[in-house]
């Protein structure tokens, strides 16, 4: 098929906005697609060339693609930079350089949509020494020979920014109208959530019809759409809906399939990309802890400080982008634990239409425990009591609160529904502002802080009572040079025993009389059954915890331990930040 015919669709897509329309134009792009050509319509139209879960990628440097434009066009650079500041669409840019071109090709064949697929394949499995240069002349031998509306979406592709608005699910509509029945949809969206391939569903459309969806499966090494939850606001809700439930801690991290067998293992995300070169540690862990079989396994990864053995910010993870030497010190320096929920295939089986609880016993059967990956902690049960005390713990081992699977419930890839519910603490809110601690205790480090303090014990103070109540261990912000000073700091504070103004559940290895105040910048404020700032203030039973602490690296040298932030002012902040975050709920990841 011509190239042109797809631009054509292209175009009008983009003109509109009523998915409605948006739908039957694809419908009609669809109906006139050969045979051959229906998979790379569909990879284009979601712009790319595979599914993402291949982790192929154009995403060409813009500037590379400004160069190829000057040389295929023979515009000089200052004439392309100018219109790439007036459009700021590279596409636009391609556009109007093509249609402005000194050289005109000498005899141009029209572009078959074979020929762009397979050129921009090509660019994309370029690599290595001299790609660069191989990469540019393959885009400018289809520039060479592109009309101009033509270059404009083949530039959008190199660069990543398709522009078309056409969501996943309007491409499964589409699909089902062309090959099936409306009454079809769902069999072709599950082919889809269970495949996450869209190419592929379409090939087997057209060549099976909408029977053959049934030959699509979990498959080792294709990741399936994630299984999401609804959301309630309290525990009786929820019990009201599943009756006896297994309630899962909800970790806060980032959310991994494994697919592993003997010889190799792959790890996607939630978006379905392959992240394996972020996670060695998970690698490894997996590779031990799954010995001799095929599975899929579903968790998340959370990093966890070594030193306190307490649940880090999810973004110490997110941050692995970088080189290989660099994601192996990360994974050094903040390890993840994978904490594995689910179980989705077992040896040759697909475990998904089976029930929870039997997908929950063949993971617990398959991961055996170790400092990389372990099962969630769960608890069956169908009592707001005991449901509610598990909330607390779940909070004080770090967590965000439960997740509440139904029993029964099968994996409903890519769905949402009632079937998992997540309850997140109503109890923590934004910490926007610095608060000045004191230091009344430490524990002792462990591995690369031997022979000094892992964390130091914080509290804020109680100016009613007189006390200094513990709210934080703040291990995190030090700099090597003043950990390793740390305790020479403190010999003038050390006590044997807690001192007599203190108040705190935590035993430390080491108390300090409380004088020295540090700077701390949390992530937010939260209830803690732990800690015993404002104990009983927000709820009975429990006090208010600093999530994320961090030291800033500000002595407040000029503050008496007196002078620093009170239970009472963390209680107003909490007030305050609470009411923020309510009208500005946090933005999903
Ligand atoms: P969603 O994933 O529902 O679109 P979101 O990205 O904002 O929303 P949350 O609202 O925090 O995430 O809740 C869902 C996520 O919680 C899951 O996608 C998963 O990554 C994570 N999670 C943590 N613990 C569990 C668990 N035990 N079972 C299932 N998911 C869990």
Redesign the pocket.
Known sequence: MKFSEVVDAYEKIEATTKRLEMTELLVGLLRRTPREDLEKVVYLTQGRIHPDYEGIELGLAEKMVMRVLTHATGLDDARIGRLWKEKGDLGLVAQEAIAARRQRPLESTPLTTAKVYEHLDAIARESGEGSQERKIRLLSDLLGSATPREAKYVVRMVVGQMRLGVADMTIVDALAATFATKADRPRVERAYNVSSDLGEVARVLASKGVDGLKDIHLKLFRPIR?M??E?LETLEEIFERMGKAAL????????VQAHVSPKRIELFS?HLENITGQFPEIVDGLRSAIKDRAAIV???AVPVDPNTGEFLPFQEVSRRRGRKTEVERMSKEFPVTL?A??CLLRSEEDLTARPYTERRKALEGVVHASDEIRP?TVRVTDDVKQAEAFFDEALQAG??GL?A?ALDSTYDAGG?GYQ?I?F?KEYSAALSDTIDLVVIGAFAGRGKRAGTYGALLMAAYDDVADVFRTTCKLGTGFDDETLYALPDRFKGERRDRRPARVDSKLEPDVWFEPKTVLEVRGAEITVSPIHTCAWGVLRPGAGLAIRFPRFTGRWRDDKGPEDATTAKELVEMYGRQLKQTKKEP?S??
């Open positions: 994630a999401l939850a959301r899962e801690y909800k970790y806060d991290g980032l959310r939630r579903e968790g998340e904490f929920f689910d969630s967590c965000e997740m699977k949402r998992w997540k997140k946090a999903s990841r």
